[in-house]
């Protein structure tokens, strides 16, 4: 058995090849065992796909963002509240559906607070599944009930 300790260094040329260079010395000697060994390597080795890219570095990856190239959320000036209001399908118990509703629009309120709207601007509302958009009785339906949305409560004058 060759035992052999080597040392290595890595450097990416360009975006898609790698260039190593390496060496060491055997530690056990046998028949046809060097006493040292240099490697040197050139590989096409692209790198990975890190996936959509957020242009605005708004948070929002570019393959859902409406507005790739624009930044947001912004805090609106002339806007004094705004109500974040969950919603649920009609599926399991009503007390279940409301709070899981008041936690919805509580996280998508937390989230804009974090982007940088003022937090006296936003309140927070379940409502459950009392104001369906679409019939509860398909799958489909229930996916459209289960959202959150926004409504302007007061504007500046």
Not at 62 to 76: F, H, L, R, S
Request: aromatic share 8%; proline share 7%.
């Amino acid at each position: 058995m060759n035992r052999e300790g080597l040392l290595s260094a890595r450097y990416r040329l360009l975006d898609d090849f790698v260039a190593a260079a390496g060496g060491g010395m055997g530690f056990s000697n046998g028949v046809d065992t060097p006493r040292t060994r240099v490697i040197a390597s050139f590989a096409y080795a692209p790198r990975p796909s890190k996936g959509p890219g957020d242009t605005d570095a708004d948070g929002v990856t570019d393959d859902i963002d409406a507005c790739p190239k624009v930044a947001g959320p912004k805090d609106p000036p002339e806007i004094e509240q705004i109500e974040v209001h969950g919603h649920a399908d009609a599926k399991g118990k009503l007390f279940f559906n409301m709070r899981l509703s008041e936690a919805r629009a509580e996280s998508v309120r937390q989230w804009l607070i974090k982007k940088g709207i003022a937090e006296t601007k936003l309140v927070s509302k379940g409502y459950g599944p009392l104001k369906p958009i679409a019939p509860n009785y398909t799958a489909a339906g229930r996916e459209e009930n289960r959202r959150v949305g926004f409504k302007i409560l007061k504007r500046k004058k």
